[in-house]
């Protein structure tokens, strides 16, 4: 399917265990981002990327590892899960718009994440 | 940090009227975008509005760009319940092009 799509969209977890969240795009757009949503605290950056092997931390990306080997893919793992972490999270991706700047953000629809 | 600040943060309001909503951001921007979000669903694009640009439409929506107040809004004319979701405003930095900062969002309810 054409789009952006994350797996899997719900997930339970203890403290301690790893954990990886998948991230698909199918548009071949360059930048990806990962973010984190929370009550009273809105959309948290946490890594993002602008392109294959080019990534960058956001506002809070401690506790978290990501790659991209492929420009379609940008997985978010937790190396450790905490209590903190459970969280939404959304995967988005962009491309390059007018003089460079990054144009509109489009959103996968989330992956809820519960560490126990 | 945010950026951006929305106002209200909460709005209820009768099908049929219209909603508007404001943001004010603290640093130069090069363009403001207006996110929608369902619940229990991801953000959707509405509105990109560039620094050099005063006021946007797109079918029911008009969002205006006052840089010397830094701030922004967005007009929903006719709603309608299905325009209940919250709504986020997202600049760009002059200095940082490549990220969005988001405010905390308006939740809106239109009801029937």
């Known amino acids: 399917d054409a789009g952006i799509t994350q797996s899997p969209r719900y997930k339970i977890t203890e403290t301690g265990r790893q954990v990886t969240l998948m991230c698909h795009q199918t548009?071949?757009?360059?930048?990806m981002f990962w973010y984190r949503q929370d009550l009273g605290h809105g959309l948290r950056l946490i890594y993002y990327?602008?392109?294959?092997?080019?990534?960058d931390k956001g506002e809070v990306p401690d506790g978290y590892v990501v790659s991209r080997s492929k420009t379609e893919n940008f997985p978010l793992t937790l190396e450790s899960a905490t209590r903190s972490q459970t969280s939404v999270y959304f995967c988005?991706?962009?491309?390059?718009?007018?003089?460079?700047?990054?144009?509109?953000?489009?959103f996968g629809p989330g992956t809820r994440l519960t560490v126990t | 940090s945010q950026q951006g600040e929305e106002d209200p943060q909460a709005l209820s309001i009768q099908e049929g009227e219209n909603a508007t909503m404001n943001c004010s951001y603290k640093?130069?921007?090069?363009?403001l975008q207006w996110y929608r979000q369902n619940s229990g669903r991801g953000l959707v694009h509405l509105i990109l509005?560039?620094?050099n640009e005063r006021e946007k439409h797109s079918g029911r929506l008009r969002v205006t760009l006052d840089t010397s107040k830094k701030s922004s809004s967005l007009l929903i004319t006719a709603s309608r319940a299905a325009d209940t979701a919250s709504y986020f405003c997202?600049?760009?930095?002059?200095?940082?092009?490549?990220?969005?900062?988001w405010g905390l969002g308006t939740s809106l309810a239109v009801n029937p």
């Open positions: 988005a991706s962009s491309n390059w718009g007018l003089a460079g700047v990054v144009s509109e953000q489009y």
């Open positions: 548009w071949s757009h360059s930048y």
């Open positions: 990327s602008a392109a294959a092997d080019i990534t």
């Open positions: 640093t130069s921007i090069n363009n």
């Open positions: 509005i560039r620094s």
């Open positions: 997202a600049t760009f930095n002059a200095g940082n092009n490549r990220k969005l900062i």
